[in-house]
């Protein structure tokens, strides 16, 4: 009896869905480079389960979704989270004064928090 309870009991383990939730952005600094290009260091937080699961990139989008850059992760961060990785000379068009920063992972896409920045202030303001 107690074989077969414990036999229940791991396959349940192994079959329990995944807790990793979605990808967050939890901080970003946006800095303009010499040359008018932007260098973005973006904090993302999310719970990697390993090469299953895990946070894969994040992008940065103007309003209407056009997306000026993106930056792939390699492998998963289990040990450091939150993490923050850097992407410099992402070109911004002008007239574009904010943008916003998503983070993807592996499972659930795109999804989780997301974080505005004002790049340059808006004539009047």
């Known amino acids: 009896m107690r074989a077969v309870l414990l036999a229940f009991l791991v396959s349940g383990l192994c079959a329990a869905p995944s807790m990793a939730g979605e990808a967050d952005v939890v901080d970003v600094v946006a800095t303009q480079e010499a040359g008018g290009t932007w260098r973005f260091d973006v904090t993302v937080r999310h719970d990697d389960e390993g090469w299953d699961h895990y946070a894969d990139a ?6 209407d979704g056009t997306v000026y850059g ?3 992760l390699l492998h998963p961060h289990e040990n450091e989270q939150p993490f923050t990785r850097s992407l410099g000379g992402v070109a911004i068009p002008e007239g574009v004064d904010a943008v916003e920063i998503a983070a993807h992972d592996s499972v659930h896409a795109f999804g989780g928090r997301t974080m505005r920045v ?6 009047g303001d």
């Open 58 to 63: 994040w992008e940065i989008r103007g309003a």
């Open 70 to 72: 993106t930056r792939t």
């Open 118 to 123: 004002t790049l340059r202030e808006t004539a």
